[in-house]
């Protein structure tokens, strides 16, 4: 999904067997609970339809927990194709679509122990509330999206060093009249 669906939060309209519904992103205040009804689904090695059916049968419940969270899907019209083990592949397949970056598999990266685990959700909080966001709005927002502005504001926060460290080697390789006429420059 684009950065606008993201963003707005958009929903995926789409037909489970004969009943019109709605895919939505999950929302950063319902990520625990998503996260343990999608475990199963995580796991697998790829997503496809075939990978999918194969998990239908032994993971309903968490396959409802997923639609209850996600879809407009009635429970009654669930329960009534319940053998219909295609189109349950069929929709759980796009709510991994819709939910693409919750389902996306992430490169192992070298980075130690520790610094793994002093990592925490109240420091994304922290990073995006000094940034400029609010702690509620951060709640409601789509995983992906949440997701986006992590990276945006690190992007930022990498051209703001990078601009220190300009400006750094500047000041140590100008002489007291350049380095005025530098600031002034940047202060306009």
């Not at 004969?18 to 929302?27: A, V």
């Not at 930022?156 to 600031?183: C, G, L, P, Y």
């Amino acid at each position: 999904m684009n950065d606008f669906f993201l963003l707005n939060n958009e929903s995926l309209p789409y037909v489970f067997i004969d009943q019109n519904i709605e895919i939505k992103q999950i929302q950063v205040k319902n990520l625990n609970r998503f996260g343990q009804f999608a475990e199963p689904i995580k796991k697998l090695e790829s997503y496809s339809i075939e990978t999918i059916t194969a998990l239908v049968e032994t993971e309903i419940f968490n396959i409802m927990g997923l639609c209850s969270l996600v879809t407009s899907l009635d429970p009654e019209n669930f329960a009534k194709h319940i053998a219909d083990q295609d189109a349950i592949a069929e929709l759980v397949l796009k709510i991994i679509q819709v939910n693409e970056t919750f389902f996306k598999k992430e490169k192992q990266q070298s980075r130690s122990r520790s610094e793994v685990n002093e990592s925490t959700w109240f420091d994304s909080f922290q990073y995006l509330i000094s940034c400029g966001h609010r702690q509620d709005d951060i709640l409601n927002m789509p995983y992906g999206a949440f997701q986006k502005y992590i990276e945006a504001a690190q992007k930022n926060e990498r051209q703001n060093i990078k601009n220190t460290a300009i400006a750094v080697r500047i000041a140590m390789q100008s002489s007291k009249q350049e380095w005025d006429k530098s600031i002034k420059q940047l202060e306009k």
